[in-house]
């Protein structure tokens, strides 16, 4: 059955479950609590967390030079058993150039464990790039990677929506469409409907301008929901408990019709500096993670 159709059909009764579940993932950073960079010893033992919370066995990263990642990370998830999707950030040519290098260095050697490689995170959304640009780096990267790895982008579920991204869609293998009801301002009540139809626009979209559900590979690249209380957007109240609502109904239902998603974040990452949102209020972002920075869970994280 289309993505888009299921999507709809949970969109409307989110308590029913298909009979195979989709793939959880986390989203992880590249740094520890104080804002040093993690070693290779720091990704097993954040492997090792995240299996015992939650079962999953893949992580996506965003700045694959940010903190010599590849070095560290891919050695500990060959060892833990772990897929790692790597990231480029187009956004600046150096930091484009130097991500580009650093899987390039290691692609070959690391197949088995590079699930796959996203160009840009939300790019679309910020308007660095038009469609074509992107397009354009896309190309660029695959290129020079070994024939078979994965290559696409990540962007916020608008941007997929209303046809920003249409010029990419023939030249990716995946997309990762990221979509926070907490950013819509949603209420909890109306958080998994938010989060589900968000999905539903971007995808019926992706799935008619590629001319079906299996032309490509179609993940919720980020959701998620601040756990600090007063990092409030709209309705949308931060939480421990408004985040457990939300991972349990919103994005646990995703997962149980079978769908592939990567929750935002892993961790906490408490040295993130303070920031104020477009509301003027705090953007707390450091407490988004699923776990404390010292790796504990905050809820049941099993879907």
Known sequence: MRFSTVVAALAAAPAVVSAA???VGFALG????????KTQDDYEADFDAIKSASGA????????????????????????GVKVVLGIWPDVEESFNNDLNAITAVAESYQDVIYGVTVGSETLYRGNFTGEELKAKIETVK???????????????????????DAIIGSVDMLMVNAFAFWQGASRDNATHVYLDDMYQA??????????????EIWNGETGWPTAVGTDYGAAEGGLDNAKSFFQNGFCALIDWGF?????????????????GDNGKAADE?????????RK???????
């Open 260 to 276: 592939n998603a990567f929750y935002f974040e892993a961790f906490d990452e408490p040295w993130k500096p303070a920031s104020i």
């Open 286 to 294: 450091t407490t988004w993670g699923a776990m404390t920075a010292d």
């Open 57 to 80: 066995t893949i992580v996506r990263g965003y700045a694959a030079a940010d903190c010599n990642m590849t070095k560290a990370i891919l050695p500990a998830a060959k060892a833990k």
């Open 30 to 37: 590249t740094k520890e609590a104080d804002g040093s960079c």
């Open 21 to 23: 579940k989709g793939t």
């Open 203 to 216: 995808v019926t979209h992706i799935e008619k301008l590629a001319g079906g559900s299996d032309k490509i």
């Open 297 to 303: 869970a905050k809820f049941a994280l099993k879907c």
């Open 143 to 165: 290129s020079k990677l070994p024939t078979g790895m994965k290559v696409g982008t990540a962007d916020s579920w608008n941007k997929f929506a209303d046809g920003t991204a």
